[in-house]
């Protein structure tokens, strides 16, 4: 998926030259404002094998959703050639009184095939639970995740918020779906690999506020226009820039689960963000 951006600095920072930046694939030139940041490891979970049809999917979502919340790009549904897979297996076993002991071994597999590591979770639930994928099958999922996160996260120093301006994310709106907050977490995670600073802790007085607005038109022969406007903001409302993204995908696409699409967003947008961020800090600087 291919979206045109454009980052358009206010008056508030100096103007630089708008760079065509599709989602994944090219990067900016080494001397440009817009440094990429690293990409992170996105997973493809399976559907888990040896549970019934309904739990394996319903299992695979939880995980995917998970992973995401621990800042992993996860989906059920999309990978590519630098993906890893995630796969888990699970046993049943009779606990009596109309209750299953289930483990589900946990297996995350590299892009070059090799296995990455292993994680193992356990739970007692009743049988119509695990048989339909009911009440408690998530935490088999959300207990697993943070150690199968940390298998694949950067290995870079995290930022020192004593020096950094802290940003907060804001879930976007006008985005169908769960795309408000998959936005948000996804630039949260794209931020944090770039070692910016969050206001992500209670307490926290952000210098600057991330912002994203949605904008889907009707479909037209199969296929929707998205628009995202990121807007990087100071506390007291004043817009310091934007970037703009807009891309056509099939009609219906992003009416549910945004998934990789919000990292592929936001993996996108980040240098921009970066970069209005960067320029703010220095017309603050040559102002004091």
Not at 32 to 39: E, G, I, N, R, V
Request: proline share 8%.
């Amino acid at each position: 998926m291919r979206f045109a951006l454009i980052v358009a600095l206010l008056s508030a920072v100096s103007a630089c030259q708008p760079l065509p930046h599709p989602f994944a694939d090219d990067m900016p030139p080494p001397n440009s404002d817009l440094m990429t940041p690293p990409d992170s490891a996105s997973v493809m979970v399976a559907p888990v094998t040896g549970a019934p049809a309904a739990t394996a999917q319903a299992l695979a979502a939880a995980m995917a959703t998970a992973l995401q919340n621990n800042d992993v790009p996860a989906s059920t549904e999309a990978r590519n050639r630098g993906s890893y897979l995630l796969q888990g297996q699970a046993t049943a076993t009779d606990a009596g009184g109309g209750k299953l002991r289930i483990a589900i071994a946990w297996e995350m597999i590299s892009p070059n095939g090799s296995i990455e590591g292993r994680q193992q979770t356990d739970a007692t639930l009743p049988q119509a639970a695990w048989g339909q994928g009911g009440d408690g099958v998530g935490d088999l999922a959300s207990r697993a995740a943070p150690m199968l996160a940390k298998l694949i996260e950067t290995k870079a120093p995290p930022p020192v918020a004593s020096s950094d301006p802290l940003i907060a994310i804001h879930p976007a709106t006008g985005a169908s779906g769960d795309g408000g907050q998959a936005l948000a977490t996804a630039m949260a995670a794209a931020l944090r690999r770039a070692q910016v600073a969050l206001a992500d802790y209670p307490g926290a007085a952000p210098s600057f506020i991330v912002e994203a607005k949605v904008a889907v038109a009707p479909a037209i022969s199969g296929q929707q226009k998205v628009s995202i406007s990121w807007r990087l903001r100071r506390p007291d409302g004043t817009q310091i820039g934007q970037v703009n993204q807009e891309n056509a995908v099939d009609a219906g696409s992003l009416d549910r689960v945004w998934g990789l699409t919000a990292y592929d967003a936001a993996n996108a947008a980040a240098p921009g963000i970066e970069a209005l961020i960067a320029q703010a800090k220095r017309s603050a600087a040559a102002g004091s």
